[in-house]
């Protein structure tokens, strides 16, 4: 043995092939353990009073009434919870300039959202305590509620903060060369427009919820949760429920979906664990999806004026905008909400060549809900605004899109190298999946029918996206500014007496296949058979020290430490193996589950027989020969801030003209993720992550009316894309392996809905080209492309 | 989202449910599919007194064929409409409209009597009943009413039907040899509520009657158009083009996904797409 790096030179039994994941017969059978599902004694359940108006005052909360109910244990106000909690306030030092109030879980004295919770009734059962919210009296002031993003700015707009000169949380500006000179010359042709986004949310088909028990002989806090990053919110109950970290225990088991949502600070789960710490008794909160619309955090939200400048060979000359986006009345914590704007201003453009750049973002406040990070967090923004700008481009000069992207794309041999913004790449392969895409998509025949069709009368259009993905953040993403938010992660492989692998990993399962992955990983590089490993994530009572999953880390973090750990594993049994059989080590091999000669593969004896000695007959060994049979290693990123994933993307639609109804026909990704662990696994985050960037293409958008007040909060009225409006999405990849670490694997989570909301504004462009009109606004909503068009 | 308290009865007969009915401090409503009222109680949007479960009262189900007629069990659920020879023999409108109606797990409980007795404006089965001169026969301890579809529908969620009165039947008549019937709606996504909708019926005598749904407050027929189309045997495009243009008596209401301009526009769009559709039959 050298090192991990041999891990590969032999035909993987696993790694790379599409195995079924071990939990789906469980889950499919209907056997999976929700946080919902439990059932603590002495339980009781949470039920927020959340305020009905976007900004109110709050004079006063005349709970008498309530109290007399059946069922009630007790009523918390906001000033009641306050008490037994240190507020927080979602600001990052490397994020500079930005402010955000002090929060607390509930309400204080003034309410800033339709939603917020004001107050909580302890009750006998969830029914019961909806009786109670009905008789406590709030005299509520109402306030101007503050909605518009561009008027929030106004010098006359009502302060959301009094503390603060307006309503302005962050500015953040980058200037890369000249862009107003640059644009200036004359062979420059200059493409001005604004671009909005509608402001969705991540729809989790489980909700939020939580079990928080306080067993107060041990003084120990475990909060069940349904949530992405255990050992986050460890350290945040602690130190704001004033505890110690080794007293609150964080359990995440079966997760129902999560996409970005469950990784952030709520104050009604907060709140949860404050109630049972006071009552000493287990607590249950479960979001109702009434209460997930208007709570969760939303995504998006932004205006962009955006222009671009290109010469009449279509080189891009530069490019630049100004963005603002509406975050609602606080900064979240301790993600904050300032990073979509973040990665909108760092990642614009990145996947091409120019020189000249001025973006400037502000992130507003506003009286809705809390503004956070969500799947793809500023991807499909930032890709819209440079590839559709470039189309557009593309359109004034004439130039096919494909032709564009090929004269500008970072070429693939230019690696190491960076950004125009300054972020660093390695390992991208632009060009060649521009190749495959068009190779699987058959651009040409694409082409020849859409002239066909115009003669008919039928609009259809070709869409392009290239697109970077942040992925496998090192500690420069958020620990750099003070965030309790680990980039490493930690993975454990022990070997038990009967021969089976127990894996451990820090990394969390939120229905993707994590687990799965680390079973293939741990079963390869070990070599036991797959359906001997069993997995354990989400406790961190259990498991080892980390970050969860987000940004798409996952595979290439803790799947790097998990090969890490089984790979060591391997070296101690293969130690341990050469001294019972008088061989070498170098000369042995594990494979499904014996060692065998390495050579001729003649099996020696079996890692439960080998495990029998060591753990029943530990006399059978020299006394200097003490195996442990685990092993341990922890991952982080050290070589660059994130590892980028890159990919391609197209779309083929049919707008219809007549009813402006947008039918896509087919829907293309190449996407280069590094190392394929489970091609059915990546295949399928690719294509959920496409039907999410649809989503928010056509379909979802969270409306508001003037007053602050949501109008769709439902599942009936809030549209998420469905099977039936679907199209065939098909999937292809270029491999080129990470060199920051051994797996080689990046991330894959976020590409599609990165890049398909981009790639679609491009196709229905396209489809419009020839009526002379265009639609720069998402949703693409049937009305704004009768609008656009002209029909009404 | 859990609805307040309430009680809860299960009358077998016709006669139990209309003394429950007749008791006004019972302040009942009526259980049928439950697909509309159970989100509306969850909600805390509706607070019945007692909840009364039809669902067990015999008398109410079945599809019955008479001379002229054929009549529907107030709970005929939509799945079993759907799968009715008798309604595709005889209502084939009913049958065109069904498969748009939500989704199929829905039309597994949701029933022909719960739908009419709601009176969603965006319901396809109020315009299906307007177009085919339809009747309803409601029942009290009154008597047996029969109420035309026409004067039935009030408004949004608004019906003739008084609180201590039960739909009993829906009445349709059979279809004439010569009788054609066009639908077509559009929705964002398919089962969702159509952001326009048509029904037309063409008589043997050349009479037309056409209804849309998902554009008012209620299922509603433009006479205007109804009159320009009546006594044409040949839908030609220019007798489409100008009935199109006759929309202009409803008074068009937006809702989330689209304004009364788009309405309008989707409705006229959805008129000729269902004359179309007539003419190629």
């Known amino acids: 043995m050298t090192g991990p790096a041999t891990v590969f030179d032999k035909p993987t039994d696993y790694i790379g092939k599409s195995i079924p994941r ?185 909700t939020r919820a939580t079990v928080c028990d306080y067993i107060p002989g041990d003084g120990q806090l475990i909060m069940y949760y349904a949530g992405q990053a255990p050992h986050m919110l460890q350290f945040i109950l602690a130190k704001h429920l004033d505890m110690l970290e080794e007293n609150v225990r964080v359990v995440a088991h079966d997760v129902g979906g999560s996409f970005g949502i469950k990784v952030h600070t709520y104050g009604d789960e907060i709140a949860t664990a404050i109630v049972a710490k006071l009552l000493k008794r287990p607590v249950k909160f479960t979001a109702d999806r009434l209460e997930s619309f208007v709570t969760d955090i939303h995504a998006r939200d932004h205006f962009v004026d955006a222009k671009i400048g290109v010469k009449k060979d279509g080189t891009i000359v530069g490019m630049g905008f100004n963005d603002f986006t509406g975050i609602g009345p606080f900064s979240m914590y301790p993600r904050t909400s300032a990073i979509e704007c973040n990665q909108i201003l760092n990642l614009t453009g990145a996947p091409y060549q120019f020189e000249h750049y001025h973006a400037v973002g502000h992130v507003v406040f506003q009286n809705k809900t809390l503004m956070c990070q969500y799947r793809a967090v500023g991807h499909p923004i930032a ?340 099977a039936s409006e679907m199209p065939e999405i098909t999937v292809a990849h270029v491999e080129t392996y990470t060199k920051t670490s051994v797996l080689g694997a990046k991330g894959a989570g976020e590409a599609g809905t990165g890049g398909a909301p981009a790639a679609i504004m491009n196709a229905v462009n396209n489809a419009l080209e020839p009526l002379n009109c265009g639609l720069w606004q998402m949703p693409m909503t049937p009305e704004r492309v009768l609008k656009a068009l002209g029909k009404i | 989202m859990k609805a307040p308290d309430f009680s809860y009865e299960k009358p077998t007969t016709i006669s139990d449910v209309l003394a429950l009915l007749a008791n006004n401090e019972l302040e009942c409503q009526l259980l049928a599919g439950g697909q509309s009222l159970m989100p509306m109680m969850n909600f805390r949007m509706a607070s019945p007194g007692t909840l009364v479960d039809i669902s067990n009262v015999s008398e109410l189900s079945g599809i019955n064929e008479r001379d002229e007629t054929i009549e529907i069990g107030a709970m005929v659920r939509y799945r079993e409409l759907e799968l009715s020879e008798i309604i595709k023999a005889h209502c084939p409108l009913v049958a065109m409209v069904l498969p748009y109606v939500a989704h199929a797990a829905i039309r597994n409980r949701g029933t022909i009597g719960g739908s009419i007795g709601l009176s969603d404006p965006a319901a396809e089965l109020p315009a299906v009943l307007l177009v085919l001169d339809g009747k309803i026969e409601i029942t009290s301890e009154k008597g047996i009413r029969l109420e035309p579809a026409r004067t039935f529908f009030k408004g949004i969620y608004e019906t003739s039907c008084e609180p201590d009165e039960l739909i009993t039947k829906i009445i349709l008549p059979k279809k004439h040899l010569k009788q054609k019937f066009g639908f077509h709606e559009i929705a964002r996504r398919h089962g969702d509520y159509a952001m326009a909708g048509v029904c037309i019926a063409q008589d043997i005598d050349l009479k037309v009657r056409v209804a849309f749904f998902g554009v008012a407050d209620r299922a509603v027929r433009s006479i205007a158009v109804e009159k320009l189309l009546s006594g044409n045997s040949d839908l030609s495009e220019q007798l489409i083009k100008d009935a199109q243009n006759a929309l202009n008596d409803i008074e068009f209401e937006g809702d989330m996904n689209a304004g009364p301009e788009a309405k309008q526009h989707i409705a006229k769009v959805v008129l000729e797409r269902a004359l179309k559709e007539m003419k190629n039959e």
């Open chain 1, 22 to 206: 071990s939990d789906a017969a469980r889950l499919l059978r209907g056997k999976g353990r929700y946080v919902d599902d439990m059932q603590l004694p002495r339980m009781v359940h949470a039920v927020f009073l959340r305020s009905p108006y976007a900004h109110a005052k709050i004079n006063a909360i005349d709970i008498s009434q309530a109290m007399k109910l059946p069922g009630v244990v007790a009523i918390y106000t906001g000033k009641d919870i306050a008490q037994h909690v240190e507020p927080y306030v979602g600001v990052l030092s490397h994020l500079p300039g930005l402010r955000s109030p002090a929060q607390y879980p509930l309400a204080v004295d003034v309410a800033r959202w339709q939603g917020e919770p004001v107050a909580v009734v302890i009750c006998a059962s969830r029914a019961l305590g909806e009786d109670a919210l009905e008789h406590i009296r709030v005299d509520y002031e109402k306030l101007t509620a503050v909605t518009d993003t561009l008027n929030a700015l106004s010098p006359d707009a009502p302060l959301i903060h009094e503390e603060y000169d307006s309503n302005l949380a962050w500015k953040r500006q980058v200037e890369v060369g000249n862009l107003e000179e640059a644009l200036a010359q004359d062979d420059v042709v200059v493409v001005e427009k604004q671009i909005k986004f509608g402001r969705h949310t991540g729809v989790t088909l489980e």
């Open chain 1, 383 to 722: 890709m819209a605004i440079s590839d559709c700008m470039i189309e557009e481009a593309a359109r004034v000069i004439g130039m096919d899109p494909v032709k564009i992207r090929r004269k500008n794309l970072i070429p693939d041999d230019a690696y190491p190298t960076k950004s125009t913004t300054g972020m660093r790449f390695d390992d991208l392969s632009h060009h060649a999946c521009l190749d495959k895409l068009l190779e699987i998509m058959d651009y040409d025949a694409l082409l020849e029918d859409q002239q066909n069709a115009r003669g008919n009368g039928i609009y259809r259009g070709i869409g392009f996206v290239s697109l970077v993905e942040v992925t496998n953040p090192s500690p420069m993403f958020y620990g750099v500014g003070g965030a309790p938010i680990a980039s490493q992660d930690g993975a454990t492989v022990r070997l038990d007496a009967a021969g089976a692998l127990h894996i451990s990993s820090s990394v969390t399962e939120q229905g993707q296949g994590t687990n799965a992955i680390l079973q293939q990983i741990a079963a390869d590089v070990f070599g036991v058979s797959i359906e001997r490993v069993k997995v354990t994530t989400g406790d961190t009572a259990t498991v080892p020290y980390g970050g969860g999953t987000w940004a798409s880390r996952g595979a290439g973090i803790g799947g790097e430490a998990m090969l890490l750990a089984s790979h060591a594993l391997k070296e101690q049994v293969l130690d341990t193996a050469a001294v019972i059989l008088q061989a070498k080590p170098e000369d042995l091999d594990i494979a499904f589950g014996e060692i065998v000669n390495k050579g001729s593969r003649e099996r020696k004896i079996s890692l439960g027989d080998l495990a029998k000695i060591v753990y029943y007959r530990g006399n059978e060994l020299p006394h200097d020969l003490k195996p442990e049979l685990i092993a341990t290693r922890h991952y982080r990123v050290t070589d660059f801030p994130f590892v980028f994933t890159n990919g391609a993307m197209a779309a083929h639609v049919e707008v219809d003209t007549n009813t402006g109804l947008i039918k896509i026909l087919h829907f293309w990704a190449v996407e280069d993720c590094g190392r394929v662990i489970n091609p059915q696994l990546v295949d399928d985050q690719i294509r959920g992550g496409v039907v999410q960037g649809i989503g928010g293409a056509l379909y979802e958008e969270c409306v508001y009316d003037s007053d602050g007040q949501m109008q769709n909060a439902s599942m009936a009225d809030y549209l998420v894309p469905m």
